[in-house]
């Protein structure tokens, strides 16, 4: 089986439960990228692509070995920022500053699912939880390596759509692990395949 990935950190708790708020306020019930339990996982991605089966424990040893021979990524928070168009449809990120240590981290997650070099994802590759259109999810999965990555990477935590909210933000987030997640619509993290405490 194949299956669309991403590597992502884990945010801490009070980064997550800020998420989540925001997330509530700023997408609809049934909107695919909503975060809370049962729904998409509060994160900060650092590489996607699509992986085989059978190629999953080779990648799970070389994240577990970034956490071992890494320390946990304290991160700055820039704030959250409206993104991909103007108003109630676009994106609402929380950016990240980009620091030494966190693009080490994005660049080893990219090396070790050799996400430049892995195949086109599918529908079939999605989480079960996807719905038609996918069209602009798979895209957005091809092209990671040359829209989000390398020089291009922008860290963020996708909290909804719109603009921002009154909510102020926490000053910094702690990454408290490394995982890896199977990607569902318009690229949320619908399940931990594996993961990794700092």
């Known amino acids: 089986m194949r299956r669309a990935v991403d590597v992502i950190l884990l945010p801490d708790e009070t980064t997550r439960r800020y ?11 049934d909107d695919a990228q909503r975060l809370g339990p049962g729904r998409g996982i ?6 996607m692509g699509v992986l085989e089966d059978g190629d999953r424990l080779a990648v799970e040893a ?12 304290e991160l700055v928070i820039l704030g959250p920022v409206p993104r991909e168009g103007a108003g109630a449809s676009g994106s609402l990120w929380l950016a990240l500053e980009v620091t030494p240590g966190l693009r080490a981290l994005h660049d080893a997650a990219r090396a070790a699912i050799r996400a430049p070099t892995g195949p086109p994802p599918r529908p079939d590759d999605l989480h079960p939880s996807a719905r038609e259109p996918l069209a602009s999810t798979l895209d957005y999965i091809a092209r990671f390596e040359v829209d989000a990555a390398g020089a291009a990477f922008s860290p963020h935590v ?5 603009t921002p909210t009154a909510d102020r933000p926490p000053a910094r987030m702690r990454a408290v692990g490394l995982a890896l997640a199977w990607l569902g619509e318009r690229c949320s993290c619908r399940e931990i395949l594996w993961r990794r405490d700092w």
Not at 19 to 29: D, F, H, L, N, Y
Not at 42 to 47: G, M, P, R, V
């Open 42 to 47: 509060a994160h900060l991605s650092l590489a």
């Open 19 to 29: 998420a989540e708020r925001v997330s509530a306020q700023r997408t609809a019930p």
């Open 62 to 73: 070389s994240l577990e070995r970034l956490v071992l021979e890494s320390p946990a990524p």
């Open 158 to 162: 996708t909290l909804g759509r719109g």
